[in-house]
Every structure is written in C-alpha cells, then in structure tokens.
C-alpha cells in the first residue's frame, strides 16, 4: 500500500528563520511527488511536481527537492504570509488513478 | 482561478437524508474528481470522471454516487447520510489536461455535517 508521512505535524518559526519541511513515502512505480498549499478555509494549491530524483524545483522562498525515499520542502528566510498547511502526495505508476496524499505540516511563521 | 464553484458551500443535514454536491467548472475540462478531507487522514479520492457519463470509483466511494450528464457539473450525492460523512469536501480538476496527474486545481470546498 502506498504511504505519504509528513514530518514534522507543525512547525512554528520566526520571520525569517529557514527550515524544511519533510515528505517520505512508499509507492510502486512513482509517477511524480506533488507538493501543495492549503490555507484555512480554502482548497489546497498546486505549487509543483517532481519526476525523478535530483530533480529541484524553486517559487520565492520555496524550494522542493526529491531523492529516491523522500522529499523536502525547503523554506528560505520565511515571511508571515508564507503559514499555511503545506502537503506532500504521490501518483504512482501504472493505468489505475491513484494519488496518495500526506496529512499535512502546519507552518506558522511569527512576526 | 480555475473556475471551479462548489455549492453548497455548507450544509448541515439529519442522518439518513440524501444530499448533493454540485461541482461546477467553466472551462470545459474532461477530468474532475471528488475528495474529502477529515482530520488525521490526507484527501482521499472518492470517486473521479473522465467524462460525460464516464466516472469510476475511488478509495473511498461507498455510500456515495456521482453522475456528470453535462461537462461542467460533477455530482456527488449521499444517498443516505451518516455521521461519519461529516467531512469538508473538495471538488477538483486536472490541471494538466490528463487524468493522471497529480497536478489539480482544486475549489474552495464544501463543509458537510451530518447530525
């Protein structure tokens, strides 16, 4: 069975404090790793997707990265705007749909 | 904005009552799908189309149904509701064009409580 463990549940910082974010996961075959923004309230938004490992992607402050087992969300010297639930799925391989997705870090970043 | 409108956005209804969701896209995409989302699970997929009259389940499907008879609405219906579809409710489609990706536009959901 596919698995998606998000680390850590939450994680609060300072404005401008760097940290990442943690993705692993378990699928036969991945298709690609997505990564998404979720605020209170709200539908989760896409902000990218990784294919294979060594692959980098980068938005503003975030920068995603993928290995063999895991992936990190990256997130450089954050600013309050950037709190929100951030969330890690995976699509595997093969003809059935099937995209497994992580329950979420909450990021909280304080003034 | 990819033109999604999910109505209602919130509902409270009584056990044993059906309910319907509408999903409604304006930008004529084939594939959509619904998810919920509870506390201490990711979204789970329950059910997702590849076209008018064209759905197929997904992992989390039983004690509901969907029927798309026009490109632009997806409709999730409990036929009988129950406590345990208490649930936020989000519509999606595929961003990419295909049906399998990972990449989707999601609405702004559908608060569910059964009571």
């Known amino acids: 069975e596919d698995q998606v463990t998000q680390s850590p549940e939450a994680l609060r910082l300072q404005e401008g404090e760097s940290s990442s974010l943690n993705c692993s996961y378990t699928v036969s075959g991945l298709r690609g790793l997505f990564w998404y923004r979720q605020d209170p309230g709200k539908g989760p938004e896409f902000l990218f997707t990784l294919y294979s490992a060594g692959e980098e992607k980068e938005k503003e402050r975030l920068k995603a990265t993928l290995t063999k087992k895991e992936s990190f969300l990256h997130i450089t010297a954050p600013k309050p705007e950037d709190s929100a639930t951030y969330l890690c799925a995976v699509l595997r391989g093969g003809s059935n749909y099937k995209l497994t997705f992580g329950k979420g870090t909450l990021l909280t970043v304080n003034p | 904005d990819a033109g999604i409108t999910q109505s209602p956005r919130h509902k409270v209804t009584e056990t044993g009552t059906p309910v319907t969701l509408r999903c409604h896209q304006t930008e004529n995409h084939r594939y959509m799908y619904w998810y919920r989302q509870d506390p201490g699970h990711g979204l789970r997929l329950i059910h997702y189309?590849?076209?008018?009259?064209?759905?197929d389940k997904g992992e989390v499907s039983d004690g509901y149904s969907v029927s798309r008879s026009k490109t632009e609405d997806f409709l999730l219906t409990l036929e009988s509701a129950t406590s345990s579809q208490t649930s936020v409710y989000f519509c999606?489609?595929?961003?990419?064009?295909?049906?399998?990706?990972?990449?989707?536009?999601f609405g702004e959901g559908s608060r569910l409580t059964v009571l």
């Open positions: 999606a489609i595929s961003a990419g064009g295909g049906l399998n990706t990972g990449e989707l536009f």
């Open positions: 189309s590849y076209g008018v009259k064209d759905t």
